[in-house]
């Protein structure tokens, strides 16, 4: 079974970085096929799309409001977000999660962690 869990998170003042990890603890195999992404959801809005990059390496895709600042790299069992120049507009819980299609619609996600609190103080 995959099992996603987050870690990373945190408080942290404008301009910081912070490096957030997401690993399939369960052990269950992961399809080559796969896409890992990560969405972010602040309070009152609708959870929106992060980055995204393919199982087996490569495809990097951002979002607009976090290309140039954020990294999305991955090994076998591990995602992660290295977050840089953090603006106070980053504050959001961030979810990993692990999807079949190549689309920033978290609709295309079906396994997802439990989300890690990001807060940035100006």
């Known amino acids: 079974q995959v099992q996603l869990v987050e870690s990373g998170g945190g408080s942290v003042q404008a301009g910081d970085s912070l490096r957030l990890s997401c690993t399939n603890s369960g052990g269950g195999r992961i399809l080559s096929s796969s896409i890992w992404g990560w969405f972010r959801q602040a309070p009152g809005q609708e959870r929106e799309f992060v980055a995204l990059?393919?199982?087996?390496?490569?495809s990097e895709l951002y979002a607009d409001a976090v290309k140039g600042r954020f990294i999305i790299d991955s090994d076998r069992s591990t995602v992660y977000l290295q977050m840089n120049s953090l603006k106070p507009e980053d504050t959001a819980v961030y979810y990993c999660?692990?999807?079949?299609?190549?689309?920033?619609?978290?609709?295309?996600?079906?396994?997802w962690g439990q989300g890690t609190q990001v807060t940035v103080v100006s």
């Open positions: 999660a692990l999807g079949s299609r190549y689309e920033t619609n978290r609709r295309a996600f079906n396994t």
């Open positions: 990059r393919r199982w087996r390496g490569g």
